[in-house]
């Protein structure tokens, strides 16, 4: 070729070909020079290329400048318009739009709000979206990487090759983008990154990947979330109008990859546990499904924990669309389905966010504030616009995009303290000089803002283990703006008191009562949950005190107490049939228990519990509020026995709840009440139909007008051993 004032020179054409150039957006594609149009092409393995139209006008012929594939010539054009080109090689013929022939799909309006933090539609501009771009079908791609100095997409569509396809970055922004004409729905793809000083980084999966490949491969899939088909409707639409402090939730936790598995312990699809285990929450009569992270991660172990795809619902039980299906599913049975999100840290593997650009990008580079050390992975930096934006658009992604009906967020305490698990001098104090950490204090109350203000009805749950305050109370009152807690202090009080010999327990009667004192200075969850049945702390039943009927009694007993304490209540899959055998995520459930009587005795309780629950205003109305709540005995530490009532705050039916936390059944015991008249026994876990003894009160007893503990009224009733009773009073 005649050298020309637009002829590209030997040394660009090199960079280009060899993937060292930083923007070929500024040489490849169409340039005008004076009235002529100039075309450039880098196509791999072609020996001659010709442009046309994309109706198939011929354009004219490219020259190759460079055996690996720089092409370079002048086009029969009038102003810019897409083309196609037709490349050769031998007797091979193939089409191709060449993308830096495009414009840039993001405008300056998302430049603007990306800098500024406040987009909150970053799922729709970031990642991998099919779409029709300037008239050519493709991928539009985009990914957030400032101090690179070359990214690429690589995958499927270009045979993974790191030189086809560099990105244009969006300098304001630090953004990278390209649109690929061909690239398609299903094909696997990641990010080929040189880090300053322009080293060769590990390949790295899309921050914001809708789907993955399987372990243990890593690789991004380019799939599509807007197009889901949803019949939940009117679902959506009773929840927005219900205050979910004051309805039941009875939340069954689960594992999806260890609820129940198929012949030859393959995982169930998501289309399978929408048949499955759906039906067997409505049957059971729970509220909701929460679900351990099912954001996608390298490590089976983790359950979920360690997330390398935030935005992806794991691959082992299939894809979004199966996902999509099994929440649709979940709502048209009544059924609200909770997610475990872990925005407090992130695992160290490679291809993951971890120095993404060759720098700390989305973790604190000082290991003083970027490293977790209880669990080996970075911290991110709360303090940085764009990470906190990536965070909270994930939140409403989940809630938005599969209509999940809420975020239990994991960790809380370990975001909130700067010191969590340091030593002295292994952490920063904050610009005040304390341990707070305020840039995640200020995230977690813009997410949870964001949260309910674009998805009415679901809920935030902090799984927060301190004496935080004020961690579900409004953001505008200063509070963290959750709408619930785990209380952590009724799990561990409660089980460290079920542990001990009855003949002690007198001795430790506060252990059950000091909870009191708090329970509703937040709005709480009871949690009993995969963590206290894991890592050598056996199972529930395994922790009862006693010989074998007495640690399935004081199992039942128990769950009567919780399901009669105020606070909403959650259960670990499998601990409805008391298995004996902690949990593990590499098998199935242990459903072959419920062929035994006390087994199944204590499914059926927990299932006439949760429809106990659920129908009477009297145990959920009031969970969160002291009018519920209503102490009638407290101080009989003798004979370890605890009585309350609970009020629907409406002057309607009341509920007493009586437990007797010992072997020694008590008759003639007197039972203060809120109210004379015909008091109906409506639960007794020491029932035979539960397997137990069958003492009781012959389905109610009748109280008298007279006073007793500074009650109104009271009656004899007959406690069962190791037995909670409930009595109903309507008038």
Known sequence: MAKTPWTTDGAEIAAIVEGRHGDPFKRLGLHKSGRSWIARAFVPGAETLSATTLDGKPLGELERRHEAGFFEGALKLKDRETIRYEAARGKDR???????????????????????????????KMGAHPMTHEGAEGVHFAVWAPNAERVSVIGDFNNWDGRRHVMRKRMDIG????????????????????????????LKADPYGFFSELR?????????????YWSDEPYLKARAGRDPRRSPMSVYEVHLGSWKRKDGNTFLTYDDLAADLIPYVVWMGFTHIELLPITEHPFDPSWGYQPTGLFAPTSRFGDPHGFARFVDAAHKAGVGVILDWVPAHFPTDEHGLSRFDGTALYEHADPRQG??????TAIYNFGRREVQSYLINNALFWLERYHLDGLRVDAVASMLYLDYSRKEGEWIPNQFGGRENLEAIAFLQRMNHEAYGHSPGAVTIAEESTAFPGVSKPTHTGGLGFGFKWNMGFMHDTLEYLKRDPVHRRHHHHELTFGLLYAFSENFVLPLSHDEVVHGKGSLLAKMAGDDWQKFANLRAYYGFMWGYPGKKLLFMGQEMAP???????????????????????????????????????????????EGFEWLIADDEANSVYAWARHSGEGGAIVVVVSNFTPVPREGYVLPLPRGGQWREILNTDAEIYGGSGKGNMGGVSASSGPSHGKPASALITVPPLGTLYFLSEQ
């Open 94 to 124: 193939w089409q191709l739009i060449d993308p830096y022939v495009l414009g840039p799909v993001l405008g300056p309006m998302d430049d603007y709000f990306l800098a500024e933090g406040t987009h909150l539609r970053l799922y729709d």
């Open 175 to 202: 953004v990278w983008e390209i649109f690929i004409p061909g690239a398609a729905e299903g094909q696997g793809y990641k990010f080929e990154l040189l880090g300053p000083g322009g080293a060769l980084l590990p």
């Open 216 to 228: 243990p491969n890593t690789a991004s899939r380019v799939a599509r979330t807007d197009n889901f």
């Open 371 to 376: 490293y977790h050390p209880d669990w080996n």
């Open 580 to 626: 004996w055998m902690e949990w593990t995520e590499s098998r199935s459930l242990d459903w072959h228990l419920l062929e035994h009587a006390p087994h199944a005795g204590m499914q059926r309780l927990v299932r006439d519990l949760n429809t106990l629950y659920r129908s009477h205003p009297a145990l959920h109305a009031r969970d969160c509020e002291p």
